[in-house]
């Protein structure tokens, strides 16, 4: 199976920056895709951002121009740099990534962190 370890979430003033990582391991064979999804109270989870094996990225209009997201191959990990952060930014940050192991190499299967708490103060 394939674990996702996040770090970096934590407390931040309203303008300040965060970095968050996410770590792959296990019986990988192949990790098409990852990104990060967040999911505030009494909200349901979206989409961040996310990244494709070849480089390709898209981002929720809401963080468009404050948010990068970045990828090391060689790593299996997935970066999230967060500048201008602003109240409404304030969630548990998921790492999320499409994956397929080593016994079963053509089947993409959807992994998940645990999460990471972001809390943005104004």
């Not at 940050?93 to 089947?107: D, G, K």
Request: proline share 1%; hydrophobic share 35%; charged share 15%.
């Amino acid at each position: 199976q394939v674990q996702l370890v996040e770090s970096g979430g934590g407390l931040v003033q309203s303008g300040g920056s965060l970095r968050l990582s996410c770590k792959a391991s296990g019986s990988i064979f192949s990790i098409n895709a990852m990104g990060w999804y967040r999911q505030a109270p009494g909200k349901q989870r979206e989409l961040v951002t996310a990244i494709t094996i070849t480089g390709s990225t898209n981002y929720a209009d809401s963080v468009k121009g404050r948010f990068t997201i970045s990828r090391d191959n060689a790593k299996n990990t997935v970066y999230l740099q967060m500048n201008s952060l602003k109240a409404e930014d304030t969630a548990v940050y998921y790492c999320h990534a499409v994956a397929s192991v080593v016994s079963r190499r053509n089947s993409f299967n959807d992994y998940w962190g645990q999460g990471t708490q972001v809390t943005v103060s104004s």
